[in-house]
Nanobody, 115 residues
């Protein structure tokens, strides 16, 4: 079973950028498709971006397409989310997990976009 520790969140002005990191523990990381999710106050958790086990295939929610980039380094058991052109509606707690059948959620990292 994988465990996750997310980091890199913070307060940023609209139009700014952040890079999130997620360190995973466990030996099966490299064979799992991974994803970033987010949950805004009063809303359900949603999938933001996904990446295949080898990193070749990525997919994004329409709301972040063209602004966010997901990547991974299997040698470091880490998945990243580069977020550019941030908007106030991107404010949420961001989590990483497996793309399919996610469980054992970490603490997440808070991203706040505000002037």
């Amino acid at each position: 079973q994988l465990q996750f520790v997310e980091s890199g969140g913070g307060l940023v002005q609209p139009g700014g950028s952040l890079r999130l990191s997620c360190a995973a523990s466990g030996t099966i990381f490299s064979i799992k498709s991974m994803a970033w999710y987010r949950q805004a106050p009063g809303k359900q958790r949603e999938l933001v971006a996904g990446i295949s086990s080898g990193g070749r295939t990525t997919n994004y929610a329409d709301s972040v397409q063209g602004r966010f980039t997901i990547s991974r380094d299997n040698a470091k058991n880490t998945v990243y989310l580069q977020m550019n052109s941030l908007k106030p509606e991107d404010t949420a707690v961001y989590y990483c997990n497996t793309k399919y059948d996610p469980d054992s959620w970490g603490q997440g990292t808070q991203v706040t976009v505000s002037s």
